[in-house]
């Protein structure tokens, strides 16, 4: 009995072993920054390359160099005035390499916090030389049938832009062919336009991801309308959840780019300001599709219920109709089963042929008649 009792205050005293034994997923996971002290360089990705990478971009309107680094010392003889340059740096799991660099480019440690996080919300912060720009890049995986998701981090100065990227690949390569062409305003303007440039090609993926999304809503639709038994709740259920994240990391997209076009003009021009401002009713407009889309799913998640419930009723009313005929037959079966030994009938020949199955026959005649006079087959 003693030992009973220890046992039961063992268990009451120990809540931690009892969240262990029955219901694990209870326990929460600690933060990797949680108690550091703010502007601490924590990378907090799962993405893991070979190196980190960084591209340079160096032109005027004249000439265009491309080169690839392997030291972050050498971006020091890109920082002058004469010309725009755009560094793109793939790869953050390096924090030494990620910090070298906002040392030599003079990067705010709240900033280059900022880029180490990748479960950061897109947002833009405004410092005395640099703008902060953090947006998330999406892109739909043909391959895969998927919505990749990854950070991009841009900084903006007077004379260069730099892009931090999570992994290699990304989706400007239509800006650098603009920029190798030499053709149009791409190369006769600032580092403020670039800066518009890879923003505004951005939300176009944003377009190209919703469209994808948008067909599988479409098939999903026409599926529960024609054939209902070919999809499950879980096919529904992974749209809703692409849809869920597309719009955590879309809508503060559109008040990013707002911000941006009213309150930006020391780092953009008002030249430029006009294109970022078409920007932003692409990202208003991109805002109002998730929304539709949203709608339209949760209308089509609404029909396949219904759709399952109106089988479910169609199962429900045949069996009832069998249930309904076979109950006043096992009910005559029922008095023709007993010991009686005054039934007049027992001793006639063919009494069960003329007797008994007739008035069985009758019975369900009868029953079909005033069910379909009813409607109810």
């Not at 006769?188 to 919703?210: C, N, P, Q, S």
Request: charged residues 25%.
């Amino acid at each position: 009995m003693v030992k009973k009792q220890l046992s039961k205050l063992k268990q009451i005293t120990d809540p931690i072993t009892d969240l262990k034994k029955y219901s694990p997923i209870t326990l929460s996971r600690k933060r990797p920054k949680t108690g550091l002290a703010p502007g601490s360089l924590i990378y907090t990705g799962k993405v893991y390359t070979d190196k980190v990478n960084i591209h340079v971009m160096d032109y005027t309107n004249d000439r265009i160099d491309e080169i690839d680094i392997e030291n972050p010392e050498d971006l020091r003889q890109y920082n002058h005035p004469d010309s725009v340059t755009w560094i793109n740096v793939q790869g953050l799991h390096d924090v030494s390499v990620i910090s070298k660099i906002g040392e030599l480019l003079g990067l705010h440690p709240l900033t280059l916090e900022d880029i180490l996080d990748t479960n950061q919300r897109p947002k833009v912060e405004e410092f005395e030389d640099h703008l902060f720009i953090c947006m998330k890049m999406i892109n739909h995986v043909e391959a895969h049938n998927k919505v990749d998701i990854e950070q991009m981090s841009m900084v903006i100065h007077e004379n260069f832009v730099i892009c931090f990227q999570e992994k290699p690949g990304d989706v400007f390569d239509d800006i650098r062919t603009r920029l190798k062409n030499g053709r149009g305003r791409a190369r006769k303007r600032g580092a403020d336009y670039l800066a518009y440039m890879l923003m505004d090609i951005v939300i176009d993926f944003y377009y190209e991801t919703l469209d994808q999304v948008w067909a599988k809503i479409e098939r999903l639709e026409d599926l529960v309308v024609r054939k209902p038994e070919r999809i499950e709740l879980r096919d529904i259920q992974v749209v809703r959840k692409d849809l869920i994240q597309l719009r955590r990391y879309m809508y503060p997209v559109r008040d990013v780019v707002h911000n941006i076009s009213t309150r930006n003009a020391q780092f953009f021009s008002e030249s430029t300001l006009m294109f970022v401002r078409d920007s932003y009713d692409h990202a208003v407009q991109v805002v109002e599709n998730l929304d539709t889309y949203r709608e339209i799913l949760t209308s089509v998640m609404d029909l396949y219920l219904s759709q399952l419930s109106m089988k479910m009723n169609e199962v429900m009313k045949v069996l009832t109709i069998i249930a309904t005929i076979f109950i006043p037959l096992t009910f005559i079966a029922g008095i023709y089963g007993m010991n009686f030994e005054s039934m007049p009938e027992l001793g006639w020949d063919w009494a069960y042929p003329q007797g008994f199955y007739a008035m069985i026959g009758v019975v369900t005649v009868i029953m079909i008649i005033y069910m379909k006079s009813r409607k109810w087959l």
